[in-house]
């Protein structure tokens, strides 16, 4: 599986981003999927999880981006999306997308996926 994230940037705060991880996963729909972020001098942390039935798909925030953040994903493009509202500088990162057919904890701690993207950066200015 090969994920390749898209959509960072830099914006004011308050502003929007939506990033986007291609996959070329086998099939894309067994994927549980998610996104992480780390900052400059801290470890990397969960920001939103989604597992891989997209109809009842269960779905996880970090609380410090529930109500800001939507996680979505769609199997015939094959593409994972995380739409980012109302961004704040503490949101500025490097953000990953991961995958795996095994691992879906329904929730944002663990990091245990097997695939990894290159990460795309998030800057969000004061």
């Known amino acids: 599986v090969r994920l390749v994230e898209s959509g960072g940037g830099s914006v004011p705060a308050g502003g929007s981003l939506r990033l986007s991880c291609v996959g070329s996963g086998n099939p894309f729909s067994r994927l549980c999927m998610g996104w992480f972020r780390q900052a400059p001098g801290k470890e990397r942390e969960g920001v939103a999880t989604?597992?891989?039935?997209?109809?009842?798909?269960?779905?996880s925030y970090a609380d410090s981006v529930k109500g800001r953040f939507t996680i979505s994903k769609d199997n015939d493009k094959e593409t994972l999306y995380l739409q980012m509202d109302s961004l704040k500088p503490e949101d500025t990162a490097t953000y990953y997308c991961?995958?795996?057919?095994?691992?879906?904890?329904?929730?944002?701690?663990?990091?245990?996926?097997?695939?990894w993207g290159q990460g795309t950066q998030v800057t969000v200015s004061s």
């Open positions: 991961a995958a795996d057919y095994y691992f879906c904890p329904g929730s944002v701690v663990g990091q245990r996926y097997d695939y």
């Open positions: 989604i597992d891989r039935n997209t109809r009842d798909s269960k779905i």
